[in-house]
Each structure stands twice: as structure tokens, then as C-alpha cells.
């Protein structure tokens, strides 16, 4: 509790941690990061074994950011020249609230506060978060070794693309500042991107994302269902399914792998079990693209296509993607929906993307 000498890790669960529910650490500065006060003229010294908690996390897909009360000039030039500066998103050098800060960067990266974890070495500013926002897990940084050994601050997947989590996010920061300042319609936005669709069937080296996906993956997710790694690659082998992996570029850098889909070949009606597209990417348009690509495949296998919805509650925007591809209902079990398409009224891919298919 706040006020022992121990100074314990402070977290709003009761009983077991949920295993990798931290997705963003979020620092203190002054006797957190380094040893002593910046403004009051110290010398300070960076911690080694803190910045060595840093990168690794970075390593392993979560993200680190800065909450501190401290001049932003000053502390951000010593950031840049301790060399790591860049390990950082959307830090927050001010002397707001820390709270206050911790919802600015929880809003920049389109994260729940739930997901967030706040190192501090001072009493009331660990009791003024723990207090405003209790969502979030609150570390003494006496405690960090003890913190970062447990379960929520360890991801449920490491996947090729985890070391590049922080990269395709400060692309997307830039993304997003760019938008602020864009003149033009949204078309005329996505346009100036060069946005690079790609689709293909997946690999074996795809499928830990792929399984990561399935978990993640809620608003642009037709069933919910999660696959297993050994699942996915058994109906990746399967002569009667069709395992598909979509990824997308723009001129900024890599999306990563941000959609997958699964069919059954059967006749005379495929079947679409399941078909996902990040959140990263729900503003792009593209849920629409793979879904088109899979009714141009059964078009010219001379099959109807159905697919099967789950309403969770959660997942309105895919419901809408399937509408507005030309899907309707055929049958009902209460949340869950047969729906079939209408192959002759396929939609070509927005003129904004480029689309590749890759054998």
C-alpha cells in the first residue's frame, strides 16, 4: 500500500495477472530513468538496468512512453543525448497531472487505460494515477524487477513483427499528424498515402501473427473464434480450405501482417468461416478488398459464396463491411448469422489501393 517502506507494485487486479495485458510502460524521468534531478542542475546518470527493462520490452512488442513533470526541452534534449530518445512514444513533458498525461498518450495510441502500466518514484504521483485512473497498473520503481518478471507485462505472442511494433506506431503517429493537417477529402488523404495492399496464402512463418490476430483482432472480426498455431497450419495444408494472410505498406513504412481469412472449398457454396482485419486499419478501407478477392475466387470456381457471423457485440463495423459487399442474411441462430453473397454485384478495390496477389 502507499506509505510502506516497501514500496510494493500497485496494481487494480485482484488474484492472478492476466498474462500480456500491459501493452504500454509508461516512465517517470527524475530518479526513475536516470539518478537525479535534471532541473535542479544534477548530473544525472542513466540507469542501465531500467533502460535495459526498456528495451527489452520494446523488444518483445510493448510499448514504452514518458510521463514527467519537467521542462521539455531540456529533458528531451538528454533523452537524445543518452541515445534514447527514440524508444520513446508520444512522451509527455509537462507539469500536468500525470494522469492527465497518461490519457493523452492512452488516446494517441488508441489503447485502454487498462492496458497502460506507470513506473514513478515518488509516493503521491503513484497514489494521484492510482487514484484518477485505477485502470492502470502503478509501479514504485523500487519494485520494477519484481513488475516486469509478471505475467501482464509479458505478451501472450513474440512474433517477427513484435520488435517492430514501436516502428509501425511512429509511423502511424506521423500518419495521423499529417491527417490533422491534410486539405482534401478522406479519399484524397488515403490517395496520397501509395497504399499497397497485398494477399496471399499463408506461410508457416506466418502463422504465430496469424494466431495473434484471431486473439487481438475484435472490431473487424466476423465469429470471434481464435485459432491455435497447430490449428492454422493443418487447414493451411488442407487441399479442401483456403488460409489467406493480407499485410499493407504505405509511404510511410509497414502495416505488418493486418488480415486473414479462411475458407472452405466446398460446393456448391464456399464457405467463409472467418475473415479479420486489424483495428490498425479499419479507417483504410480495406476490409472490403479482401473480402472482394474472396468473392472473385469463388466466382471463377463457379461457386456461391456463404459466410458465417457472429454478433459479439463488438464487431458492428465487419457486419457493415459484409453489407456493403453485397452480402445479406440467409438464416439465424440467435447471435449467430449465414449470410451469402451476391457475386454478380462485386465491388472493385477503391482506386486509392494498389492490390497484390501473391501465389
Not at 76 to 97: D, Y
Not at 111 to 136: H, I, K, N, T, Y
Not at 292 to 301: D, K, P, V, Y
Not at 344 to 356: G, L, M, N
Request: charged share 25%; net charge negative.
Amino acid at each position: 500500500m502507499i506509505g510502506s517502506t516497501e514500496k510494493p507494485v500497485l496494481a487494480p487486479d485482484v488474484g492472478k495477472p492476466a498474462a500480456g495485458r500491459i501493452k504500454c510502460v509508461v516512465w517517470d524521468l527524475d530518479n526513475t530513468l536516470w539518478d537525479g534531478v535534471l532541473l535542479e542542475g544534477d548530473a544525472v546518470a542513466i540507469r542501465p538496468a531500467v533502460v535495459g527493462h526498456v528495451r527489452r520490452l520494446d523488444s518483445i512488442g510493448v510499448l514504452n512512453s514518458i510521463a514527467s513533470k519537467n521542462d521539455r526541452a531540456t529533458a528531451m534534449a538528454k533523452l537524445r543525448a543518452l541515445g534514447i530518445a527514440e524508444l520513446f512514444l508520444f512522451p509527455q513533458v509537462c507539469w500536468n497531472a500525470k494522469s492527465d498525461s497518461i490519457r493523452q498518450i492512452a488516446a494517441k495510441l488508441n489503447l485502454g487505460l487498462g492496458a497502460f502500466a506507470f513506473v514513478d518514484d515518488q509516493e503521491f504521483e503513484l497514489a494521484e494515477v492510482a487514484s484518477a485512473l485505477p485502470q492502470v497498473t502503478c509501479v514504485d520503481i523500487a519494485a520494477i524487477e519484481e513488475a516486469v518478471a509478471r505475467p501482464d507485462f509479458r505478451p501472450r505472442f513474440v512474433t517477427d513483427e513484435s520488435a517492430q511494433r514501436r516502428g509501425m506506431y511512429q509511423s502511424q503517429l506521423t500518419r495521423d499528424d499529417l491527417e490533422a493537417d491534410f486539405v482534401g477529402t478522406s479519399e484524397e488523404f488515403l490517395a496520397s498515402l501509395d497504399l499497397q495492399f497485398t494477399i496471399g496464402p499463408a506461410r508457416r512463418e506466418d502463422l504465430q501473427r496469424a494466431e495473434e490476430l484471431t486473439v487481438r483482432t475484435n472490431q473487424l472480426n466476423s465469429t470471434g473464434k481464435t485459432y491455435s498455431y497447430d490449428e492454422l497450419d493443418a487447414l493451411r495444408e488442407s487441399p479442401d480450405h483456403l488460409l489467406l494472410v493480407a499485410s499493407l505498406t504505405d509511404r510511410f513504412g509497414c502495416y505488418g501482417k493486418i488480415g486473414l481469412a479462411l475458407v472452405e472449398k466446398a460446393m456448391p457454396d464456399w464457405r467463409l468461416h472467418m475473415m479479420l482485419m486489424s483495428c490498425r486499419v479499419m479507417s483504410r478501407g480495406v476490409g472490403m478488398v479482401l473480402l472482394g478477392h474472396i468473392m472473385g475466387l469463388a466466382h471463377a470456381a463457379g461457386a456461391g459464396l456463404h459466410a458465417d457471423f457472429v454478433e459479439t457485440g463488438k464487431n458492428r463495423m465487419m457486419q457493415i463491411t459484409y453489407a456493403f459487399s453485397g452480402f445479406r442474411e440467409i438464416s439465424r441462430d440467435g447471435s449467430q448469422v449465414m449470410l451469402a453473397a451476391d457475386l454478380d454485384s462485386r465491388q472493385p478495390a477503391p482506386s486509392y489501393v494498389t492490390v497484390e496477389v501473391t501465389e
